[in-house]
């Protein structure tokens, strides 16, 4: 297994396509809790690496990424994006996260101006305190918060066999034994001023029943430039509108 | 060697892979076989279908392309997979590259 050694945890990498592409590279960070980064893997990955090289990895604690029990703030884990981005050389290159691993790639992409190309933010919540599904998480058992879950993945779980139990061990473990939920409390908003300043080009995707449908709003009429697509679904749009979602990513970063 | 040689060794080198990325190294899971499904028998996560195809890469090589296999598929597809749909597709690609 690629595995990377990034100086908080040890992080899982899987690369797709051409290891020498003419498009610039993709960074694609997925989201909290159920993420992995089979979320980007399965759906909008391999569309984007038939032209160019695709980094996606796990984040801290998820998936085959270490399982660490703490810095599961946005500063942090921006870092460890910084450590796979490392892995695409010193040219700019394209940023997508999605929900947590969005505000992961706006910090990554505040703080480093000139290192993004094009940042794509799919169902940031900001700020992240406010996040009503994370927050929903948190105040539930596991077993709760594996029942929240959109229906394509309770349909995985509804069997209540390996999968399911591997789930919610994975689930207990992020909500119970790390700092993850105390961290995502303490996350500070990013301030409009910031925002203003970003400076890669950006596309913003929520879905139209999300809980955090109103930050995409939000951040268009901040954003100098910034794009903003509704998708007829809710907060998990790489698994509920994988085709839509990867369309409209295409198309802004080759446009 | 007869291909049914080469399907039986196909199999047996799917199912070691299948049961390393389970961590079953023991063979204490449920059995698997040409029909076994990936997703309703042995549940295998999709984290853990991103692992079983890099290592099938690191067995067969750049002639057997998972990846763009698996991309040609959305998630549900790749989940119903059988072992036997694995299976035929390393063969079928083995056999191009012999010719």
Same mark, same amino acid.
């Given at each position: 297994?690629?595995?990377?050694?990034?100086?908080?945890?040890?992080?899982h990498?899987?690369?797709?396509?051409?290891?020498?592409?003419?498009?610039?590279?993709?960074?694609?960070?997925?989201?909290l809790?159920?993420?992995?980064?089979?979320?980007?893997?399965?759906?909008?990955a391999?569309?984007?690496?038939?032209?160019r090289?695709?980094?996606?990895y796990d984040?801290?604690?998820?998936?085959?990424?270490?399982?660490?029990r703490?810095?599961?703030?946005?500063?942090?884990?921006?870092?460890?994006?910084?450590?796979?981005?490392?892995?695409?050389?010193?040219?700019?290159?394209?940023?997508?996260?999605?929900?947590y691993?969005?505000?992961v790639?706006?910090?990554?992409?505040?703080?480093?101006?000139?290192?993004?190309?094009?940042?794509v933010?799919?169902?940031a919540?900001?700020?992240?305190?406010?996040?009503?599904?994370?927050?929903?998480?948190g105040?539930?058992?596991?077993?709760?918060?594996? #029942?929240?879950?959109?229906?394509?993945?309770?349909?995985?779980?509804?069997?209540?066999g390996?999968?399911?139990?591997?789930?919610?061990?994975?689930?207990?473990?992020?909500?119970?034994?790390?700092?993850l939920?105390?961290?995502?409390?303490?996350?500070?908003?990013?301030?409009d001023?910031?925002?203003?300043?970003?400076s890669?080009?950006?596309?913003?995707?929520?879905? #139209?029943?999300?809980?955090?449908?109103?930050?995409?709003?939000?951040?268009a009429?901040?954003?100098?430039g910034a794009r903003?697509?509704?998708?007829?679904?809710?907060?998990?749009?790489?698994?509920?509108a994988?085709a839509e979602?990867?369309?409209?990513?295409?198309?802004?970063?080759?446009? | /060697?007869s291909?049914g040689?080469t399907?039986?060794?196909?199999?047996?080198?799917?199912?070691?892979?299948?049961?390393?990325v389970?961590?079953?190294e023991?063979?204490?899971?449920?059995?698997?076989?040409?029909?076994t499904?990936?997703?309703?028998d042995?549940?295998?996560?999709?984290?853990?279908?991103?692992?079983?195809?890099?290592?099938?890469?690191?067995?067969?090589?750049s002639?057997?392309?998972?990846?763009?296999?698996?991309?040609? /598929?959305?998630?549900?597809?790749?989940?119903?997979?059988s072992?036997g749909?694995?299976?035929?597709?390393?063969?079928?690609?083995?056999?191009?590259?012999r010719?």
């Amino acid at each position: 297994m690629a595995m990377l050694a990034a100086p908080g945890a040890t992080l899982h990498l899987q690369a797709l396509g051409p290891a020498a592409a003419l498009r610039p590279t993709v960074v694609m960070a997925h989201g909290l809790f159920v993420g992995t980064l089979a979320s980007w893997y399965f759906t909008a990955a391999p569309a984007l690496a038939r032209e160019r090289r695709v980094l996606t990895y796990d984040l801290r604690g998820h998936g085959k990424s270490a399982r660490v029990r703490d810095g599961y703030d946005v500063p942090s884990m921006a870092r460890d994006l910084g450590a796979v981005a490392a892995e695409a050389g010193q040219a700019p290159f394209d940023l997508v996260g999605h929900s947590y691993g969005a505000l992961v790639a706006l910090r990554f992409a505040l703080d480093h101006p000139g290192r993004v190309r094009r940042l794509v933010l799919v169902e940031a919540p900001l700020p992240p305190s406010r996040f009503r599904e994370i927050e929903d998480f948190g105040a539930r058992s596991p077993e709760d918060m594996a #029942a929240s879950l959109p229906e394509a993945l309770r349909g995985a779980l509804a069997s209540g066999g390996r999968r399911a139990t591997r789930l919610v061990e994975s689930l207990r473990f992020l909500a119970q034994d790390t700092t993850l939920l105390a961290d995502l409390g303490r996350e500070p908003d990013v301030a409009d001023d910031e925002l203003r300043r970003l400076s890669p080009p950006l596309l913003c995707v929520y879905g #139209a029943r999300s809980g955090c449908r109103d930050v995409g709003d939000r951040l268009a009429r901040v954003v100098p430039g910034a794009r903003l697509e509704v998708l007829d679904a809710g907060h998990f749009l790489p698994l509920e509108a994988p085709a839509e979602l990867t369309r409209l990513i295409l198309e802004f970063l080759d446009g | /060697m007869s291909d049914g040689d080469t399907r039986t060794e196909t199999l047996a080198t799917v199912e070691r892979l299948v049961r390393e990325v389970m961590d079953d190294e023991a063979g204490l899971g449920p059995p698997i076989g040409m029909e076994t499904s990936f997703s309703n028998d042995l549940e295998l996560e999709s984290i853990e279908f991103v692992a079983l195809a890099e290592k099938l890469q690191e067995r067969y090589g750049s002639g057997v392309d998972f990846a763009g296999w698996l991309s040609g /598929m959305d998630l549900d597809r790749i989940l119903s997979l059988s072992v036997g749909d694995l299976v035929g597709f390393i063969e079928a690609r083995r056999q191009e590259a012999r010719g």
